[in-house]
């Protein structure tokens, strides 16, 4: 998948998820706005289009359009709605365990046994042990777990 795709899909999901639904219907307006300020991506409404219709067809959500008649008997065109589809969630899920796979490599333990100022491995005299209950301890102290 390309990056660009990556881009819509998140996109989608982001206003979806924001608004806790399985459906969003932002503008094309809207959509160029987002791609362009959090994915750092200017694409031409055309190319925009272009790459819906392609993520439409691989399953990943559908459209409706959305037209009703104004008070005049006017047809007035309001924003696609996008249906999210189960083949999304998955993907995007899919990229989260290989997010958070990747960064348990950078991940420190809980008590490690390092000195933060130097480079020294400290005795940890300031914590009280581990086996022993916290309520042995006065109330009020300044030692924590």
Known sequence: MKDLDYAILSTLAGVAIKHQKPYCYPSQRTILGLLKNYHGTPISRR???RRLKLLQN?????RVRRIMRGKDGIMVFRSTLYKLGWKLFNYMGSLRKEVRAFFSFFRVPFLANHHPKGGEASTNLDRPPVDKPVDNYRKGSKTFL
């Open 47 to 49: 190319t925009l289009n």
């Open 58 to 62: 691989e399953a990943y959500f559908s």
